[in-house]
């Protein structure tokens, strides 16, 4: 290769690797810091890390967003999945499409690593958890109605029922909730229960515990069934809402679910499980 010819194709190198160092620059300046206060349910809340805005999208960081639908997190080689209210929502670090039980949603923003940590789209998230998200002139602050989070427990009852964080969760347990979640019914595995929805039209719908009842020697649980926000927008794709929890099977060892809505088994017209397993 002749000199010329080698300077040439240097000139170029250098041109683009200058180009490719310039645009996390760009990206980097683009990001402000925004608020560390939301309204959640009416009461202020304060966030472990402030919010991040880019060109308008709020962001916040995953572990903040997870206490606040009361979600469980499981990180997944670079997949980042937020298990809340059924539903499993999960992110992949810039890029624009975000997975919503498996199925691919495009969006404006995705989600982001900043100083080590990740950060997701916040409107966005919330309202595909049936969240409602608004913008309080008055007070600058961003206001969250949540329908997600546990109610408090009658009788004392609280410690009993769990929701676990899916990642804290055996391999065994792991495998059991991946076989059952998408076969309607109560699954038992040991102390777990996977709550199943079955087949839904669009990710509006969920399961929610409503409340708790103790009676002798049984506990009794209520789940309510969301159904999708008619002044909302949903992707038609198919979703599988689940829900975990966990019961002390010494203290309980009989459990009962029901429609928080009719007072009946819960998934009464569905077929016993066959994956009651321990």
């Given at each position: 290769m002749s000199k010329k010819v080698q300077k040439k194709a240097i000139a170029v190198c250098i041109g683009v690797a200058l180009l490719t160092s310039a645009i996390p620059a760009m990206a980097e300046g683009q990001i402000k810091v925004g608020s560390s206060q939301l309204v959640v349910n009416e009461k202020e809340t304060s966030l472990?890390?402030?919010?991040l805005v880019i060109q308008d999208h709020n962001l916040i960081a995953l572990d903040?967003?997870?206490k606040v639908v009361n979600g469980q997190i499981t990180n997944k080689t670079g997949k980042y999945e937020l298990a809340a209210n059924g539903k499993v929502i999960t992110f992949q670090v810039n890029?624009?499409?975000i997975m919503i039980d498996g199925k691919e949603v495009p969006v404006k923003q995705g989600a982001i690593i900043h100083n080590e940590k990740v950060y997701v789209p916040l409107r966005w998230t919330l309202e595909q958890l049936n969240n409602t998200v608004s913008w309080d002139a008055k007070t600058s602050m961003i206001s969250i109605d949540s329908n997600n989070t546990l109610k408090p427990q009658p009788n004392g009852v609280g410690n009993e029922l769990q929701l676990p964080d899916l990642s804290s969760l055996s391999t065994e347990?792991?495998?059991f909730i991946a076989k059952v979640k998408k076969d309607?019914?109560?699954?038992?595995l040991n102390n777990m229960y996977v709550l199943a929805h079955g087949?839904?039209?669009?990710?509006?719908?969920g399961l929610e515990i409503f409340k708790t009842d103790v009676s002798t020697g049984g506990l009794t649980v209520y789940v309510k069934q969301t159904t999708p926000d008619p002044n909302k927008m949903y992707p038609m794709?198919?979703?599988h809402p689940f829900l975990v929890v966990k019961v002390d099977s010494a203290k309980y060892p009989a459990v009962n679910f029901l429609d928080a809505e009719t007072g009946k088994p819960l998934f009464e017209k569905t077929e016993t499980s066959k994956y009651n397993l321990k």
């Open positions: 472990a890390t402030p919010l903040d967003i997870a890029q624009s499409k347990e792991q495998e309607s019914g109560v699954h038992k087949d839904a039209p669009n990710p509006g719908y794709v198919i979703s």
